[in-house]
């Protein structure tokens, strides 16, 4: 499976840096046996378009509806006019503040695929449902709610530990293929065989220095790259070494 690494700007950049990240990153070498994918705040969509050699672009968030009274929403259909093949859903800060339930993901990744667009849904446990050994049930929880109106070709799985976040803290090597091959078990399940060729990917403080020993894991097909992915070098270095995927 090739290796899938995508940036997560959240609510960073300006005019000035996303010029300067394209003008880096067209300056770096190729990659190979690697999709990238770059989601800037929906302000910078149009200015980025196919201007970065081999980097797909994606939204940050999608509404459930497809147009109507909702002011501040943006609809699938338009991320896929400005050019979006991916759109990331349920990402724990979305979950955690502003309330969005797994139904809601799952209305968000119904949109994303009808408008033509790989839905890459977020699932993650807190550090207290770790603590108590839950992870497992809630993230199999989360996955069978979010993933219900789902066909196995129209999504990416994201795992991130809620409690990796922005937080400096990354989840082991082992910690993070263990709930991976959970994941994957969960996907056979939901999809049959068709679970066996969705991608998935970690996402929690992933930088260059723990790129490798991550994607060296039997079970994990990329990742979801936050504060590593504001700057073209390291994103670019985290992506290399994602390059030959999993066999």
């Not at 959240?10 to 990238?36: C, E, Y």
């Not at 066909?151 to 991976?180: K, L, N, R």
């Not at 490798?212 to 990329?222: K, R, S, T, V, Y």
């Amino acid at each position: 499976m090739t290796g899938l690494v995508i940036a997560n700007w959240k609510m960073h950049g300006s005019t000035a840096s996303v010029m300067d990240f394209i003008d880096q990153w067209n300056r770096l070498p190729a990659l190979a046996d690697v999709r990238t994918v770059v989601c800037p705040p929906h302000p910078y969509l149009a200015s980025i378009g196919d201007r970065m050699a081999g980097m797909a672009l994606g939204g940050q968030n999608c509404a459930e509806q497809t147009e109507g009274a909702f002011t501040g929403e943006v609809s699938a259909a338009m991320l896929v006019a400005l050019g979006c093949r991916y759109a990331i859903v349920g990402h724990s800060e979305r979950r955690s503040l502003y309330g969005e339930s797994d139904a809601v993901v799952a209305a968000k990744a119904a949109s994303a695929a009808v408008a033509g667009m790989t839905a890459v849904v977020c699932v993650g446990e807190s550090l207290d449902e770790r603590q108590r050994e839950e992870h497992e049930a809630v993230v199999c929880g989360q996955l069978s709610a979010s993933l219900a109106l789902a066909e196995a070709e129209d999504i990416v799985v994201a795992y991130e530990p809620v409690w990796a976040i922005g937080t400096g803290h990354t989840a082991t090597p082992a910690q993070a293929d263990s709930m991976h091959a959970v994941i994957r078990t969960q996907l056979l399940q939901q999809f049959g065989d068709s679970g066996k060729n969705i991608p998935i990917i970690y996402g929690g403080s992933v930088k260059p220095g723990n790129a490798a020993e991550l994607f060296q894991c039997d079970h994990i097909d990329g990742a979801l790259v936050g504060g590593a992915s504001l700057d073209a070098n390291s994103f670019w270095q985290i992506a290399s070494v994602a390059g030959t995927g999993r066999t």
